[in-house]
C-alpha cells in the first residue's frame, strides 16, 4: 500500500509563491511579445502608408505626363515608382511570413509592368496611334489596381493591428482577473491555512496561562501546523494530569494542617463517651436501667459524632476522577467548615447563608477543596476578631449560582489582585505557605466551567466571588 504524499507547509508556501511568480512571468512574457507583435506591425502600417502614397503621387505625376507630356513628370514618376520597390522590399524584409506577402508580389508584378507601360509611352512620339490609347488605358487600369492594392494593404495592416490590441485588451482583464483571483485566494489560504490554526493555538494557550485547561479541535491541514495542534492537545492532557496531582499534593498538605484539629474534635466525643462509660459502669450495681439507656444513649451519639468526624477526613484525602453530580451546596459547605472549626479562632465568627434546597451539577470533593482554602485564607487574614460569611444565592438572567466568600480581615492591596490566582504567588510570610492554594482553586473553578474574582479594600477585608452553572455543559 502506498504512503499518504503530503507537503509540509514551507513546500506549501513556496509552490504557492512559485506558481504566483510563474503566472506573473507568463502574463509579462505573453504581453511582451505581443507589444512587440504590435510594434513591428505599427512599423509595417507607416510603411503600408508610405507605400501608399508613394503610388498616389506617382499617380498624379502619371497624369501630368499623360496631359502635358511633360519630361519632369515623366522622371518624377519613375522617381516615385523606384521609392515603391524600395518600400516594399522593406516591407517583406520586416517579416517573411506576413499574411499579405502575395499581395505585395502581386504588387511588384504590377510596378514593374506600369514602370515598363510608362517607358513605352514615353518612347512614342505622337499620342494619336490606337497602341498609345491601349497602353494608356492598360497604365491606368495597372495604376488603379496599384492604388486599390496598397489601400487594401493599409486596411489589413490596421485591422491587424485593431486584433492584437483588442487581444492585449482581453489577455490584460484575464491576466488582472487571475492576478486578483490569486491575490484573494493566497491571503484566504495563508488565513485558513496558517493564521487561523495558529490564532486557536494563541487563544488557548492564553485560556492555559489563565488555568483553563481545553484542548482544542485539531485541524487536517496535514503539516507542520496539525503536528504542533496535536503535540498542543497532548500538553493540555498532561498539564490536566499534572494539575490533578498538583490538587492532590495540596490536599494532603492540607490534611496535615487539619489532623491537629480532627485530634482536637475527637478529643471532646472521646472524652464524652470515656465519662458515659465510667459512670455506667458506677451505676450498673445500683440496676437503673433508665439511667444506663440514658448513659449509653450519649455514648452512640459520641460515637457517631466522632464517625463523622473521621469520614468527612477521609472523604476529603480519598483521590477521586473528577465528575459533576447533582450536589446539595449547603452539605458541601457545611462539610468544609466542620473540617476547619478546629482552625478558626474563637473570636472570628463563622457564618453561613446557603439554601438548603440549592441543587448544582459539581465534584463535592473538589469544591470541598475550594472552600477549605477559601476559609483558612479568610481566618488567617483576620487579625484579632472578626467574622467569615460564606453567602450563596442564584441568579436565574444567566442560569448562575453565585457564591461569595468574605472575610473582615486586612484585605489584599489592589496591585496584586491580579495576581493571586498564579501558580506559586503568595502574601504570606517564608514557611507559612507555597502559594499553590489559590492557583487550586482557580482550577478547579474552571474545571467547572465556572469563574471567580476577588474584590478587596486594605483594611476592609476581601470578597471571593464564584460563579457556577447550574446546568451541566
Same mark, same amino acid.
Given at each position: 500500500?502506498?504512503?499518504?504524499?503530503?507537503?509540509?507547509?514551507?513546500?506549501?508556501?513556496?509552490?504557492?509563491?512559485?506558481?504566483?511568480?510563474?503566472?506573473?512571468?507568463?502574463?509579462?512574457?505573453?504581453?511582451?511579445?505581443?507589444?512587440?507583435?504590435?510594434?513591428?506591425?505599427?512599423?509595417?502600417?507607416?510603411?503600408?502608408?508610405?507605400?501608399?502614397?508613394?503610388?498616389?503621387?506617382?499617380?498624379?505625376?502619371?497624369?501630368?505626363?499623360?496631359?502635358?507630356?511633360?519630361?519632369?513628370?515623366?522622371?518624377?514618376?519613375?522617381?516615385?515608382?523606384?521609392?515603391?520597390?524600395?518600400?516594399?522590399?522593406?516591407?517583406?524584409?520586416?517579416?517573411?511570413?506576413?499574411?499579405?506577402?502575395?499581395?505585395?508580389?502581386?504588387?511588384?508584378?504590377?510596378?514593374?509592368?506600369?514602370?515598363?507601360?510608362?517607358?513605352?509611352?514615353?518612347?512614342?512620339?505622337?499620342?494619336?496611334?490606337?497602341?498609345?490609347?491601349?497602353?494608356?488605358?492598360?497604365?491606368?487600369?495597372?495604376?488603379?489596381?496599384?492604388?486599390?492594392?496598397?489601400?487594401?494593404?493599409?486596411?489589413?495592416?490596421?485591422?491587424?493591428?485593431?486584433?492584437?490590441?483588442?487581444?492585449?485588451?482581453?489577455?490584460?482583464?484575464?491576466?488582472?482577473?487571475?492576478?486578483?483571483?490569486?491575490?484573494?485566494?493566497?491571503?484566504?489560504?495563508?488565513?485558513?491555512?496558517?493564521?487561523?490554526?495558529?490564532?486557536?493555538?494563541?487563544?488557548?494557550?492564553?485560556?492555559?496561562?489563565?488555568?483553563?485547561?481545553?484542548?482544542?479541535?485539531?485541524?487536517?491541514?496535514?503539516?507542520?501546523?496539525?503536528?504542533?495542534?496535536?503535540?498542543?492537545?497532548?500538553?493540555?492532557?498532561?498539564?490536566?494530569?499534572?494539575?490533578?496531582?498538583?490538587?492532590?499534593?495540596?490536599?494532603?498538605?492540607?490534611?496535615?494542617?487539619?489532623?491537629?484539629?480532627?485530634?482536637?474534635?475527637?478529643?471532646?466525643?472521646?472524652?464524652?463517651?470515656?465519662?458515659?462509660?465510667?459512670?455506667?459502669?458506677?451505676?450498673?450495681?445500683?440496676?437503673?436501667?433508665?439511667?444506663?439507656?440514658?448513659?449509653? *444513649?450519649?455514648?452512640? &451519639?459520641? !460515637?457517631?459524632?466522632?464517625?463523622? #468526624? +473521621?469520614? =468527612?477526613?477521609?472523604?476529603?484525602? /480519598?483521590?477521586?476522577?473528577?465528575?459533576?453530580?447533582?450536589?446539595?451546596?449547603?452539605?458541601?459547605?457545611?462539610?468544609?467548615?466542620?473540617?476547619?472549626?478546629?482552625?478558626?479562632?474563637?473570636?472570628?465568627?463563622?457564618?453561613?447563608?446557603?439554601?438548603?434546597?440549592?441543587?448544582?451539577?459539581?465534584?463535592?470533593?473538589?469544591?470541598?477543596?475550594?472552600?477549605?482554602?477559601?476559609?483558612?485564607?479568610?481566618?488567617?487574614?483576620?487579625?484579632?476578631?472578626?467574622?467569615?460569611?460564606?453567602?450563596?444565592?442564584?441568579?436565574?438572567?444567566?442560569?448562575?449560582?453565585?457564591?461569595?466568600?468574605?472575610?473582615?480581615?486586612?484585605?489584599?492591596?489592589?496591585?496584586?489582585?491580579?495576581?493571586?490566582?498564579?501558580?506559586?504567588?503568595?502574601? *504570606?510570610?517564608?514557611? &507559612?505557605? !507555597?502559594?499553590?492554594?489559590?492557583? #487550586? +482553586?482557580? =482550577?478547579?473553578?474552571?474545571?467547572? /466551567?465556572?469563574?471567580?474574582?476577588?474584590?478587596?479594600?486594605?483594611?476592609?477585608?476581601?470578597?471571593?466571588?464564584?460563579?457556577?452553572?447550574?446546568?451541566?455543559?
Amino acid at each position: 500500500m502506498m504512503k499518504a504524499f503530503y507537503l509540509n507547509l514551507r513546500v506549501k508556501i513556496m509552490f504557492i509563491l512559485g506558481c504566483y511568480v510563474l503566472g506573473i512571468l507568463s502574463m509579462g512574457f505573453v504581453s511582451y511579445d505581443d507589444l512587440r507583435t504590435t510594434e513591428e506591425k505599427i512599423e509595417i502600417l507607416e510603411l503600408a502608408y508610405n507605400l501608399h502614397n508613394i503610388i498616389l503621387e506617382a499617380r498624379r505625376y502619371e497624369k501630368n505626363f499623360l496631359l502635358y507630356n511633360e519630361e519632369e513628370a515623366f522622371l518624377e514618376n519613375k522617381r516615385y515608382l523606384a521609392q515603391a520597390l524600395v518600400t516594399e522590399k522593406a516591407i517583406l524584409s520586416r517579416s517573411g511570413k506576413l499574411k499579405f506577402a502575395p499581395m505585395l508580389k502581386e504588387l511588384d508584378g504590377q510596378i514593374m509592368a506600369y514602370t515598363s507601360d510608362i517607358e513605352q509611352l514615353h518612347r512614342q512620339k505622337t499620342s494619336d496611334t490606337a497602341e498609345y490609347t491601349q497602353i494608356v488605358d492598360r497604365l491606368r487600369d495597372l495604376g488603379k489596381q496599384m492604388t486599390e492594392l496598397t489601400e487594401k494593404f493599409v486596411d489589413f495592416e490596421r485591422n491587424q493591428i485593431h486584433t492584437i490590441l483588442t487581444l492585449l485588451k482581453r489577455q490584460l482583464v484575464l491576466w488582472a482577473t487571475i492576478a486578483v483571483a490569486l491575490g484573494i485566494a493566497m491571503p484566504l489560504l495563508m488565513i485558513f491555512k496558517i493564521i487561523k490554526p495558529l490564532s486557536i493555538v494563541k487563544n488557548a494557550t492564553e485560556d492555559i496561562a489563565l488555568g483553563r485547561f481545553k484542548s482544542i479541535e485539531v485541524i487536517n491541514t496535514k503539516d507542520e501546523i496539525q503536528q504542533v495542534m496535536e503535540a498542543f492537545n497532548t500538553m493540555v492532557r498532561e498539564l490536566e494530569r499534572r494539575q490533578d496531582q498538583l490538587v492532590q499534593s495540596k490536599k494532603l498538605s492540607s490534611i496535615g494542617t487539619l489532623t491537629a484539629g480532627v485530634a482536637h474534635q475527637l478529643n471532646n466525643p472521646l472524652n464524652n463517651i470515656s465519662t458515659s462509660c465510667q459512670i455506667a459502669i458506677d451505676e450498673l450495681a445500683a440496676g437503673d436501667t433508665e439511667f444506663l439507656r440514658r448513659m449509653l *444513649k450519649n455514648i452512640d &451519639q459520641e !460515637t457517631l459524632r466522632a464517625r463523622d #468526624v +473521621v469520614k =468527612g477526613l477521609l472523604e476529603f484525602s /480519598r483521590v477521586q476522577e473528577f465528575a459533576l453530580r447533582p450536589s446539595h451546596l449547603s452539605d458541601v459547605v457545611k462539610r468544609s467548615v466542620r473540617l476547619v472549626q478546629s482552625q478558626i479562632p474563637a473570636d472570628i465568627e463563622m457564618v453561613v447563608r446557603v439554601p438548603e434546597d440549592l441543587m448544582l451539577p459539581m465534584d463535592s470533593q473538589r469544591m470541598q477543596e475550594v472552600f477549605l482554602n477559601l476559609i483558612i485564607n479568610a481566618a488567617q487574614s483576620i487579625k484579632g476578631s472578626g467574622r467569615i460569611s460564606i453567602t450563596a444565592w442564584t441568579d436565574e438572567q444567566t442560569n448562575e449560582v453565585l457564591i461569595d466568600v468574605h472575610d473582615t480581615g486586612q484585605g489584599i492591596p489592589e496591585e496584586i489582585q491580579g495576581q493571586l490566582f498564579d501558580p506559586f504567588y503568595t502574601t *504570606k510570610e517564608e514557611g &507559612q505557605g !507555597t502559594g499553590l492554594g489559590l492557583s #487550586v +482553586v482557580y =482550577g478547579i473553578i474552571q474545571k467547572h /466551567r465556572g469563574n471567580i474574582t476577588v474584590e478587596s479594600t486594605p483594611g476592609k477585608g476581601a470578597s471571593f466571588l464564584i460563579r457556577l452553572p447550574l446546568l451541566e455543559y
